[in-house]
């Protein structure tokens, strides 16, 4: 008996459930940018996969890694990356750890974040901040929010006083924003600083490429990837390799890692260096279904491609975005469509509570988010343009409602 999955997930439409999101119960599910529903193929992996463990225990193991190491190909060619510079992580976070606990640190080292960012980004490098007396340098996202040029003069002028790591998302998670990876990546080359981006938020329905000039990048697969959580990567350019030394190191990390268990005797060795590649930071265990189910939900970016679906998310959030104004909504999003993302934010009028009102949607078959205050709304690919009058009847309603 194969591990593999029964079937070929169908193949996925514009504006269309039929195939991936039938049991979907809301009629407007608009918030994959905080955990995608699980699509019926993807569900259908993962039973898949435990079944064929059920029938076959270890037996099944070999299709399962053969597959693992083909997603790894195929994640990599989303990012135009190798795939020797992936490592398999939990989630964005444990990316985020990864790198920040790797790198070789100078006391004096300056790290540059910004104000308005996903603790996911933030936290760890503060604390190695901590351990190794770096030096925070906190920018504004309000700078970037009022133009891509004020806010990159600000980061001129931080990088000007000499900076280590530049951490930055390449989606905002409030606000939507579309960060200028580009110029970013520009302007830390040009001053010898690293960068590491957060792209959980855009990763498999914004346009990313390490092309753009990244060194470092992390993110899970459980928003535009369509994948259950537990299962992320990160990306290590692989000139940064060499200047990385893992803060954890566990059995899978060493070359050859395996052969004492399938090539016989001899082969068990303490002192077999560790791998050079991003495989490395894969000490140990994987989560075997969460990558199953990434094996299936990352379909919808390689088949439809990733600037087809950035472009129907948009025009959905477009007409959406027109009719919120019209009930009294201020809009986050950029006027600029080189800084549109797939999340659309606002804020309600004037004196309405977002926690209340975001209930009162829920409660009608909207389905949304309040980060820090604000109402996003986050299509995918399955959602149709035809749901935005049906969305806005339930605003209607909801405002009502709360008063």
């Known amino acids: 008996m194969s591990a593999a999955p029964a079937t070929l997930p169908p193949l996925p439409r514009l504006g269309s459930r039929e195939g991936w999101f039938d049991a979907l119960r809301p009629f407007a599910y608009l918030n994959h940018a905080a955990v995608a529903p699980h699509a019926g193929p993807v569900r259908a992996a993962v039973l898949a996969c435990m079944d064929a463990y059920a029938a076959e225990g270890i037996g099944g193991f070999g299709a399962t890694l053969a597959r693992r190491q083909a997603l790894r190909a195929r994640l990599a060619a989303l990012l135009g990356a190798d795939g020797d510079e992936l490592a398999f992580v939990p989630n964005t976070t444990a990316g985020v750890i990864t790198v920040a606990q790797s790198i070789a640190w100078t006391p004096g080292d300056r790290v540059v974040l910004f104000r308005g960012e996903f603790p996911a980004n933030t936290t760890p490098w503060q604390l190695v901040a901590k ?70 938020q855009g990763l498999g329905a914004t346009p990313l490429h390490v092309d753009m000039g990244f060194d470092y990048l992390a993110s899970g697969g459980h928003k535009w990837l369509l994948a259950t959580e537990g299962a992320g990567l990160l990306y290590v350019r692989r000139e940064r390799m060499a200047g990385l030394t893992p803060h954890l190191a566990g059995w899978l990390g060493h070359e050859h890692a395996v052969d004492f268990l399938t090539r016989g005797p001899g082969h068990l060795d303490y002192d077999a260096p560790l791998r050079t590649d991003a495989e490395v930071f894969e000490p140990g265990t994987l989560n075997l ?38 009930l009294g909504f201020r809009s986050l999003r950029a006027a600029e469509a080189s800084r549109r993302s797939t999340l659309l934010s606002a804020h309600p009028p004037l004196g309405v509570d977002p926690v209340r009102l975001q209930a009162a949607l829920g409660a009608r078959s ?38």
């Open 366 to 403: 909207v389905i949304c988010a309040i980060p820090d205050g604000v109402l996003r709304f986050s299509p995918h690919f399955h959602n149709h343009a035809d749901e935005v009058p049906k969305v806005a009847a339930a605003v209607r309603e909801a405002l009502a409602a709360v008063g």
């Open 131 to 200: 351990q190794h007396g770096l030096e925070l340098v906190w920018l504004d996202l309000a700078d970037f929010d009022e133009s891509d040029d004020q806010g990159l003069a600000a980061l001129d002028s931080a990088l000007a006083r000499g900076v280590r790591l530049v951490a930055v998302s390449a989606v905002q998670f409030r606000s939507g924003l579309r960060m200028p990876l580009e110029a970013i990546a520009q302007r830390c080359r040009a001053r010898g600083a690293e960068l590491f981006v957060d792209a959980i």
């Open 289 to 326: 279904l969460g990558y199953e189910a990434l094996g299936v939900g990352i379909v919808p970016a390689e088949q439809l491609g990733v600037s087809a679906i950035h472009v129907h998310v948009n025009a959905y959030l477009h007409a959406l975005e027109a009719e919120l104004v019209a």
